[in-house]
């Protein structure tokens, strides 16, 4: 069975802060799509990145980037110098390759960046 | 190119009654999904269009809970007879099933439900 695990509930940092969120996953499939979203006090899921389970490249975008290991299952996100906009919830996701691309979700991290 | 709307965005009703929510998908989007999110978690598939065909329901998907999609377009998530428990969050993303694009979901607001 596919699942996601986000250990940290919570965490609270200063603003310029770096800050680590991570995610351990479980899947039997070989390919696989991971994802993160941010979700704000408005809400709405916003999509921040996906990657495959063929590219273990690193990406970085802006102050944001991940680190996807296979061989640990793990696909933590980082935020470089946060800023109080950062503060949200983060969930990191899980999907098959196959026919109906549903999400399996973590149960999400709370970032409250102080200022 | 608007996102993906969810109306209402509130919805407090009395147990046992019946509500319905809509959901508007990006207009090209031909893949829709409902998910369902409960305070502290993550959201939790519900079920999944490819056009105006429903191809997977999860089992939290109970007798009480219809959905549809009838043109392939927008979608309502119908459900009767309402619980305590159905209390939630109700969120709704469409996608692309084109290739390079597939499996990237785009979310709505949501919609809030509290059962009375």
């Given at each position: 069975a596919q699942k996601v695990?986000?250990?940290?509930?919570?965490?609270?940092?200063?603003?310029?802060?770096?800050?680590?969120?991570?995610?351990?996953?479980e899947?039997?499939?070989?390919?696989?799509?991971?994802?993160?979203?941010?979700?704000?006090?408005?809400?709405?899921?916003?999509?921040?990145?996906?990657?495959?389970?063929?590219?273990?490249?690193?990406?970085?975008?802006?102050?944001?980037?991940?680190?996807?290991?296979?061989?640990?299952?793990?696909?933590?996100?980082?935020?470089?110098?946060?800023?109080?906009?950062?503060?949200?919830?983060?969930?990191?996701?899980?999907?098959?390759?196959?026919?109906?691309?549903?999400?399996?979700?973590?149960?999400?991290?709370?970032?409250?960046?102080?200022? | 190119?608007?996102?993906?709307?969810?109306?209402?965005?509130?919805?407090?009703?009395?147990?046992?009654?019946?509500?319905?929510?809509?959901?508007?998908?990006?207009?090209?989007?031909?893949?829709?999904?409902?998910?369902?999110?409960?305070?502290?978690?993550?959201?939790?598939?519900?079920?999944?269009?490819?056009?105006?065909?429903?191809?997977?329901?999860?089992?939290?998907?109970?007798?009480?809970?219809?959905?549809?999609?009838?043109?392939?377009?927008?979608?309502?998530?119908?459900?009767?007879?309402?619980?305590?428990?159905?209390?939630?969050?109700?969120?709704?993303?469409?996608?692309?099933?084109?290739?390079?694009?597939?499996?990237?979901?785009?979310?709505?607001?949501?919609?809030?439900?509290?059962?009375?």
């Amino acid at each position: 069975a596919q699942k996601v695990t986000q250990a940290q509930t919570e965490i609270s940092v200063v603003e310029k802060e770096d800050v680590t969120l991570d995610c351990v996953y479980e899947t039997r499939d070989t390919t696989y799509y991971l994802f993160w979203y941010k979700q704000p006090p408005s809400g709405e899921l916003v999509f921040l990145i996906r990657r495959n389970s063929f590219d273990e490249q690193n990406e970085i975008s802006g102050r944001y980037s991940w680190n996807f290991q296979k061989s640990t299952s793990s696909f933590n996100f980082t935020i470089t110098a946060s800023q109080v906009v950062d503060s949200a919830v983060y969930f990191c996701a899980l999907s098959e390759a196959g026919n109906t691309g549903k999400l399996i979700f973590g149960q999400g991290t709370t970032l409250q960046v102080k200022p | 190119d608007t996102g993906v709307s969810q109306n209402p965005r509130h919805k407090i009703t009395k147990r046992g009654q019946n509500v319905t929510f809509r959901c508007d998908p990006i207009s090209e989007h031909n893949r829709l999904y409902w998910y369902r999110q409960t305070l502290g978690q993550g959201p939790e598939f519900l079920t999944y269009f490819q056009n105006e065909a429903q191809l997977e329901k999860s089992r939290l998907l109970s007798d009480r809970f219809s959905a549809e999609r009838p043109k392939g377009s927008f979608s309502t998530l119908e459900i009767q007879r309402t619980e305590q428990g159905d209390s939630a969050m109700y969120l709704c993303a469409s996608s692309l099933s084109r290739q390079g694009l597939k499996n990237i979901q785009y979310f709505g607001a949501g919609t809030r439900l509290s059962v009375l």
